[in-house]
């Protein structure tokens, strides 16, 4: 039988007070739940309206202090993405203290233009079972206009302290995929280029305001203390889009960019970015590489 497209309301930008509403609503709802993993379907959703606006296209170049002559591929859909993922995390039960962003795999094959409408579809296939205790999540976005794909991203997620009784009922992934994905490189990239980068303390909570990641974890030291962290550090996706702008404005074009998080990246501290045209390496000033991946 085939599953049921799910149609999804964006709440037009992360700036209004339905979207703000929607966020802080589910985050609450998150963290506070008990934690369990019922994966009942596979879910297809659908956002049929995303616009990105001139306006919010600024905040985003203002944001990372890029040059608007420059293009670079933001992620600007996040929010929208934002709202499929907290209804597929709400009916599955899971609590965000548990849940980690892995990985990313993004495709760039034409630029969003300001004010067009474009078509956002989702799917999130299936929770494997990858240790006893840890579950993993797939998450498939599109964004199309016209029958075009425009930007194609694969997100890995994984569930931590996964319920022994939930564990059962999971499918074990046999594909192997999950093997090794954190593992870190030990060697610095040969013939590298190198770009410092300091990551100021407001740039978390304006990048929670640029993208609708509104989760206090980033912002509040208490919060990340009570998440198991020393301090605030900036979102997984923050980190993506820092760089991203970095490689942009080093000169290459962006066709193809992964990112693996290996560590956060805390505010208020001094980060190394190394690339070639082919990988990069963010390490912090004990040389402990915080993410790595591929590029084009």
């Not at 203002?62 to 993922?85: H, I, M, Q």
């Not at 990313?104 to 034409?110: A, C, R, V």
């Not at 490189?185 to 640029?210: D, Q, R, V």
Request: charged share 25%; proline share 4%; net charge positive.
């Amino acid at each position: 039988m085939k599953p049921e497209i799910e149609y999804i309301s964006n709440h037009k930008y992360p700036g209004t007070i339905a979207y703000k509403r929607f966020f802080y609503r589910n985050a609450f709802k998150g963290v506070l739940r008990k934690h369990r993993v019922k994966f009942k379907r596979r879910r297809i959703g659908r956002d049929e309206h995303f616009v990105l606006y001139p306006h919010w296209q600024k905040r985003w170049y203002s944001l990372f202090e890029v040059s608007e002559n420059l293009y670079v591929p933001f992620t600007y859909s996040d929010f929208a993405r934002a709202v499929g993922f907290m209804k597929v995390i709400d009916e599955l039960g899971v609590n965000f203290k548990h849940l980690l962003h892995l990985k990313s795999e993004m495709w760039f094959y034409q630029d969003l233009v300001p004010k067009d409408v474009y078509v956002i579809d989702y799917l999130f296939d299936d929770v494997l079972r990858i240790k006893p205790d840890k579950a993993a999540m797939i998450g498939l976005t599109e964004i199309n206009r016209n029958g075009e794909v425009y930007v194609k991203t694969r997100d890995h997620f994984v569930i931590k302290e996964l319920p022994k009784r939930d564990a059962l009922y999971l499918q074990e992934d046999n594909s192997n995929e999950f093997k090794g994905i954190s593992r870190i490189p030990a060697e610095l990239l040969e013939n590298s280029k190198m770009i410092e980068i300091f990551i100021p303390s407001h740039l978390a909570i304006h990048y929670g305001y640029t993208s609708g990641d509104l989760i206090s974890v980033h912002t509040t030291p208490y919060m990340a203390t009570l998440f198991g962290f020393d301090r605030p550090f900036i979102q997984g996706l923050c980190t993506t889009n820092l760089l991203i702008s970095k490689l942009c404005m080093a000169g290459i074009q962006l066709k193809h960019f992964t990112i693996t998080f290996a560590r956060p990246v805390y505010i208020r501290s001094t980060v190394y970015l190394y690339y070639t045209d082919k990988e990069y390496q963010l390490q912090d000033k004990n040389n402990n590489v915080l993410c790595f991946g591929e590029i084009n």
